[in-house]
């Protein structure tokens, strides 16, 4: 598919805007949490929230007679909601109330090598020496900033760590999918069924476990505001963006800023403590992040 530099230009922006909102997501976790609202609650609240407030949006905008998808593309946003919203939601949220906020979305970052491994499986696409490079420098990142240069697993939590893994295996499903699911369609609609799935989906699971709920004032309204802010509005732009961009294995790399502002909420608002190390291995995980969307030259 080509796409106009300008478009792609303008794609790229979306993205970063993405990105930057998805920043937050751990203070609003934090707050949720501080509030009595568990892992569950939370993620059911996102999703909730987000899908009341796009079917409001496609009712206003589209209209009823609009808001119908083909087959193809239903079952692309079923897969996009379950995966890498419900699934992903729930992994993440736990990991931030485990490992922390700035551990939690590190661990995130390593979604590319995902991208990376599904595209050489599905599409055929060449393992080189600069991604295999950034392979490598991606697992010392993440190792050197769990660990901050401790070797003794002992101390760590590696549930946390596995969560945060899984998180990260959902997040890089999501240009992929979210590729297919807007193509030919509309980005906010696209949204609002995979809102509505990944509600469901937690719902499902809410009632198998029979996880405890807290409805109160406070947690509905930090809810809402975390629906509004840093899903419902940024899925929005996030998928205007993938729509513009032909090379979907860029998306991360520019999204990557959610880890920087993530970090920066962390440490100024959560005081956790980020040592030397640690430090070294966020900017080698965002180095990995950034060779591995390098072009190759000859």
Request: net charge positive.
């Amino acid at each position: 598919m080509r796409v106009k530099k300008s478009s792609e230009n303008l794609g790229y922006l979306f993205i970063f805007i993405a990105g930057f909102l998805w920043g937050t997501i751990g203070l609003f976790v934090k707050q949720l949490g501080s509030v009595g609202a568990n892992a569950d609650m939370i993620s059911l609240l996102r999703m909730g929230f987000s899908f009341l407030i796009m079917f409001t949006i496609c009712l206003v905008h589209l209209g009823p007679e609009r808001m119908r998808l083909s087959r193809r593309n239903l079952l692309a946003c079923a897969l996009l909601g379950i995966v890498t919203q419900a699934v992903y939601n729930l992994c993440y949220s736990r990991a931030i109330s485990i490992i922390g906020v700035s551990m939690g979305s590190v661990l995130l970052y390593i979604s590319p090598i995902f991208t990376l491994v599904f595209s050489i499986l599905l599409f055929g696409e060449r393992l080189t020496f600069i991604k295999c490079l950034a392979i490598v420098l991606n697992v010392l990142g993440c190792m050197l900033t769990v660990t901050n240069g401790n070797p003794d697993i002992g101390t760590l939590s590696l549930y946390g760590i596995f969560l945060g893994v899984a998180a990260g295996f959902c997040y890089s499903l999501a240009a992929i999918i979210g590729k297919i699911a807007t193509e030919g369609g509309n980005p906010i609609l696209t949204a609002m069924y995979s809102f509505f799935f990944a509600s469901l989906f937690i719902i499902a699971k809410i009632a198998v476990t029979g996880s405890s709920l807290c409805l109160s004032a406070p947690v509905l309204a930090w809810g809402f505001a975390y629906a509004l802010i840093a899903t419902s509005l940024t899925y929005i732009v996030y998928y205007w963006g993938v729509e513009m961009i032909a090379e979907t294995s860029r998306v991360p790399v520019i999204a990557s800023v959610e880890l920087v502002v993530a970090t920066v909420i962390g440490i100024l608002l959560y005081r956790e403590s980020i040592g030397i190390v640690s430090l070294v291995g966020i900017v080698l995980v965002l180095s990995s992040i950034m060779i591995i969307n390098l072009k190759g030259r000859k």
